[in-house]
């Protein structure tokens, strides 16, 4: 090495950047001369003219010139070559300095031609000058990119490299993973060489903006061990990443699962033990998995291992085999995580069988587990709040880590000295995260009533208890009983409450979730009901998740009108009906939480239906004494009746139903505000026989019923 050379050194990625400009530029003034020496000049080419004025050609090279390499000119003897400026390179990195061109070089095993391809299409990137001689050279004013052909063209600074064809070019990593882009539908030689902005950007030495769609991140090293599995899948995968450390080419990994299982934590563990960086590229059928480019670009910037992360809802038809193809020569390991729902189709789409795991939900061993796991050290929760926590809410794991960020956050915003967490922080914010997903296809109720307020005939009270003792005492008779055993199904709760209107059905509903202490959903059938084949259980599907995930009560009002008698199949509607009625006892028997059904016309629902209640609730309509409960429960402590009111005369001369009775005192009050006075006799039985009159019933003289 000559002192020359090593004073001339690039201190930076910019300086060499120079240098590499400077070199492609006296190549490319080669292919002029060359061009030149053809024939092709000026005076024999006016259609040249059109696009470049004569000698305008010489000219950009001498303005680039003295921009790039302001010490020599055009006519100057001998630069430097490309192993000149690589020895320059390897003096500056001993000293720290960092080089993107050269990195990519040894990333992607380039050759100098295929180097040189790049360095030329990062220079049209880099001075808008070099696109207008490159038009001039390509004979095309409008295309300022280098061609493939023009890359080939080119001389080389090392006399013994061999000449490459252009389909050779096209079977490199260079364009196989993306570094270099090559677009167009002309023979190969006229294809055009492109490189992405953040590529052209990171190659130039800037700070480049991260991808949406494509993460590279550090290996996590030591993760795997931490994570709560199943022994066998702790097994499987221990195993591929072992064969990987090995040096066998393992076929990908599939993970499937639904959102929060853990399929992204899982794939990053699995990298983790494989030493290398994690290249996350979020994929969608929508773009032809346009975004695996960029994904194997950075995996062999990287030399990481890549994760193709598929949405969970796919609308239409897919191409699951053009994943397959965007991926086939990958020489990395490659996880794809996919919704369980989607996992066949992919696995079966792929040219070779490929190694899968299905997450299944946590059961409440392993939720217990991940509560443990995720819970900040120092929180000072009982062991029987968090089993309390896992057997209630059936979340899975990224859904707990939510909820104890949503507590924790909680916390931090009380005043100094109440920050510290609770188990009832905790088990708020599961209320909070549940619910969420519940908001769009059914209401969330209050929970103001207690059994005292509930009035009604023995029997039905006793049933009600029976409700409540078969949701909190499954644990013993299911699991140390062993009656689970016998449990083909859902170990959930399913209850009929039937009855005219206004005799306490929804407050019934109101009470047995209070004392579950559980969250109540009536569900909104405008909302669930959909005259597009396949979404009503698909609307149905997202609610039992829910309700099952959270582990809430759904209350389905009105439930004749969804899960009415099935039909004789008589055209495409009543068959798609019946499905939907067939789907529903499905989701019935397998859900582990309470169902209610509420219905004004029992006789309405389907015989199937009937059968598979565990509870049945038929709610009369209130005798005399009953009545007579109700009317006073109905006066709040703050309201003062006048002496005249008599409430058992009135509960004995109209037949109402307890919401008919609500209606009556309310009215009654009214009437009463605006009168300025006391309620008195007179406003409640002209409350009560307006009420029998709004139900079509005739009113006699003294209030009873004709």
């Not at 003034?29 to 006016?46: C, F, H, I, N």
């Not at 960020?405 to 708020?428: C, I, N, Y």
Request: aromatic share 6%; glycine share 8%.
């Amino acid at each position: 090495m000559t002192s020359a050379v090593a004073s001339q050194r690039p201190r930076d990625a910019r300086a060499h950047l120079r240098d590499e400009l400077a070199r492609i530029l006296d190549a490319l003034r080669a292919v002029l001369l060359r061009q030149r020496s053809r024939g092709r000049t000026p005076l024999t080419d006016p259609v040249r003219g059109q696009a470049i004025e004569d000698g305008e050609a010489e000219g950009l090279i001498a303005q680039i010139w003295q921009a790039y390499d302001p010490s020599s000119g055009p006519a100057a003897g001998r630069r430097p070559g490309r192993p000149d400026i690589l020895t320059r390179m390897d003096i500056a990195a001993h000293s720290g300095a960092s080089f993107p061109l050269l990195h990519a070089a040894r990333r992607f095993d380039l050759n100098p031609i295929e180097y040189d391809a790049l360095v030329l299409a990062l220079a049209v990137e880099c001075d808008a000058r070099f696109g207008r001689l490159i038009a001039y050279l390509n004979d095309h004013v409008a295309q300022t990119r280098p061609t493939l052909g023009l890359a080939l063209a080119r001389p080389s600074d090392e006399p013994a490299t061999r000449l490459m064809y252009p389909l050779e070019f096209l079977s490199r990593p260079l364009v196989q993973d993306g570094l270099l882009l090559v677009e167009g539908d002309a023979p190969a030689p006229g294809l055009t060489l492109r490189l992405a902005p953040e590529i052209a950007r990171r190659l130039a030495g800037e700070v480049a903006e991260p991808e949406t769609a494509v993460v590279a991140t550090p290996p996590e090293l030591g993760l795997l061990p931490k994570l709560v599995l199943r022994e066998e899948d702790r097994r499987f995968l221990e195993s591929w990443c072992a064969r990987w450390r090995a040096g066998h080419a393992m076929r990908p990994l599939i993970l499937a699962g639904c959102e929060g299982s853990g399929r992204h934590t899982m794939a990053k563990a699995c990298v983790g033990e494989l030493g290398r960086s994690c290249v996350s590229v979020h994929a969608s059928p929508a773009t032809g998995w346009s975004e695996l480019t960029a994904g194997r670009r950075e995996v062999r910037w990287h030399d990481g291992a890549l994760v193709v992360c598929l949405p969970d809802r796919i609308e239409g038809a897919v191409d699951w085999p053009g994943l397959w193809q965007r991926v086939e020569s990958l020489k990395a390991p490659l996880i794809v995580t996919v919704d369980i729902g989607h996992a066949e189709q992919l696995a079966h789409a792929a040219p070779f069988e490929p190694a899968m795991i299905q997450l299944e939900a946590p059961d409440d061993e392993m939720a217990v587990a991940v509560w443990h796991r995720l819970l900040p050290r120092g929180v000072p929760v009982e062991p029987e709040a968090v089993h309390g926590l896992a057997s209630r809410f059936r979340f899975t794991p990224g859904r707990i880590l939510r909820c104890i960020q949503r507590a924790t956050t909680t916390v931090a915003l009380r005043p100094e000295g109440q920050r510290h967490m609770k188990s009832e922080d905790l088990f708020a914010a599961c209320r909070e995260i549940g619910s969420g997903g519940m908001s769009g296809l059914a209401e969330k109720l209050p929970l103001p009533f207690t059994r005292a307020d509930l009035i009604v005939p023995p029997e039905v009270d006793r049933e009600l208890s029976l409700a409540v003792a078969w949701i909190q005492q499954r644990r013993r008779v299911l699991d140390e009983w062993g009656f689970g055993a016998r449990m083909t199904m859902g170990r959930g709760l399913t209850a009929l409450f039937s009855g005219p209107p206004g005799v306490g059905k929804t407050m019934g509903a109101q009470v047995l979730a209070r004392e579950l202490d559980l969250d109540l959903y009536r569900v909104d059938l405008s909302r669930v009901l959909s005259k597009w084949i396949g979404e009503t259980e698909r609307n149905l599907s997202q609610l039992f998740d829910e309700a099952q995930a959270s582990g809430c009560v759904l209350f389905f009002d009105e439930a004749d009108a969804l899960f009415g008698k099935r039909s004789e199949v008589k055209d495409a509607h009543d068959r798609y009906a019946n499905v939907e009625s067939g789907y529903l006892l499905q989701r019935m028997e397998q859900n582990d939480t309470p169902t209610i059904l509420a219905t004004n016309r029992p006789a309405d629902l389907d015989d199937a239906f009937l059968r598979r209640f565990h509870v049945n609730l038929q709610f009369p309509l209130p005798d005399e004494p009953h009545r007579l409960l109700i009317w006073r429960g109905m006066v709040p402590q703050q309201a003062t009746l006048a002496d005249d009111v008599d409430l058992s005369a009135v509960a004995a001369g109209f037949e109402l139903s307890g919401g008919e009775i609500r209606n009556a005192m309310l009215a009654a009050a009214y009437m009463a505000a605006g009168d300025g006075g006391l309620i008195t006799q007179r406003h409640v039985r002209q409350a009560a026989a307006r009420e029998m009159t709004k139900a079509g019933r005739v009113v006699g003289e003294e209030g009873s019923e004709s």
